[in-house]
């Protein structure tokens, strides 16, 4: 990804201007605040350069299934929103941060483009149950779990995309309360972590009388789980989604329908024929649904 210009400073934080996808916003500058592709300690806004294909599947999943109102929650500077708009076709979205220095970047990021695009410094429960969104981004660094009810209340008939990067704790008795399992996984399992937190979020789907079935699932090992599931709101879609949970001995109740929508996959993968982004990242993006989207 290439950043542009000069630095600029707001709030005593240095941006500079980032090229990702076909997007252009402002970003923490990766020289300074970034290791290892990630925000270092001391970023002013956590803005992981690493989550770059993890954005432009988001991408490519939005121009094969197209909304118009867009949630992006926990959205740090706003990335996931702006490209939705310039790459996607959404229309309004709205942007909520806890961080009121990433609001106030998330704003000029949006600004910037003349996006349709609200930006509120609140926690993400008090967005998702005002807003009347067609998919929402649950983009936490943690366990999404906490956020998970109220976001397919909100959504109803739509999509729920969620990130989990606190693997680690599924091998921990930790996994009781963050996952809500029976008890830890036993072995480093990458499919196994997935279904365990899918089978967690179809439960908590269907505790609001919403059905959700996994459109992909895309896992970045010891890194992040993302997950997009499409919602349908009604008890028959409950009882149906809760049909494709086994019980896993120690672990408890697991997802074990397909993880992908391959018909879904296919349409991503064209798309990206169709998409005007740097090669190399096309490249990384076609390597990662390839072999990092778990279909079984
Ligand atoms: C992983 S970062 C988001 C990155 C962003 N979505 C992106 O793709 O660049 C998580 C963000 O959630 C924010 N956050 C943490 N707890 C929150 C809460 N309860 N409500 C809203 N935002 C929260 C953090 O300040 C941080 O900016």
Redesign the pocket.
């Given at each position: 990804m290439r950043t542009d210009g000069g630095v600029k400073r707001v709030a005593g934080a240095d941006l500079v201007l980032y090229r990702e996808g076909s997007s252009e916003f402002y970003?923490p500058d990766p020289n300074r605040y970034c290791e290892g592709g990630l925000?270092s300690k001391d970023s002013p806004?956590?803005?992981?350069p690493n989550?770059a294909v993890?954005?432009s599947i988001l991408v490519l999943f939005h121009r094969v299934n197209r909304i118009s109102r867009f949630g992006?929650?926990?959205?740090?500077?706003?990335?996931?929103a702006v490209r939705l708009h310039l790459e996607a076709g959404v229309e309004e979205s709205v942007l909520?941060?806890?961080?009121p220095l990433?609001c106030r970047v998330a704003r000029m990021n949006v600004r910037r483009h003349g996006l349709k695009a609200q930006v509120y410094c609140?926690?993400?429960?008090?967005?998702l149950a005002s807003f009347d969104l067609d998919a929402v981004?649950l983009?936490?660094?943690g366990s999404p779990v906490p956020?998970a009810q109220v976001a397919f209340r909100g959504v109803g008939d739509g999509y729920v995309h969620l990130?989990a990067?606190d693997l680690e704790s599924l091998y921990t008795p930790a996994a009781r309360r963050k996952y809500l399992l029976e008890g830890p996984l036993q072995e480093r399992d990458p499919e196994l972590e997935a279904r365990a937190i899918v089978g967690t979020l179809v439960r908590l789907a269907a505790s609001v009388d919403v059905g959700a079935f996994p459109r992909y699932c895309l896992v970045e090992p010891r890194l992040r789980v993302r997950v997009c599931l499409e919602c349908r709101r009604g008890k028959s879609y409950a009882n149906r989604a809760l049909e494709n949970l086994r019980r896993e001995p120690g672990v408890g109740y697991v997802w074990s329908g397909p993880l992908t929508d391959e018909r879904t996959l296919s349409k991503m993968e064209r798309e990206l024929d169709r998409v005007d982004w740097d090669p190399e990242h096309v490249e990384e993006v076609r390597k990662a649904l390839g072999s990092n989207i778990l279909s079984a």
């Open positions: 970003v925000p806004i956590a803005f992981a989550a993890n954005r992006d929650v926990f959205c740090g500077v706003g990335a996931r909520s941060d806890v961080n990433a609140h926690d993400a429960a008090i967005v981004d983009d936490v660094h956020f990130t990067t």
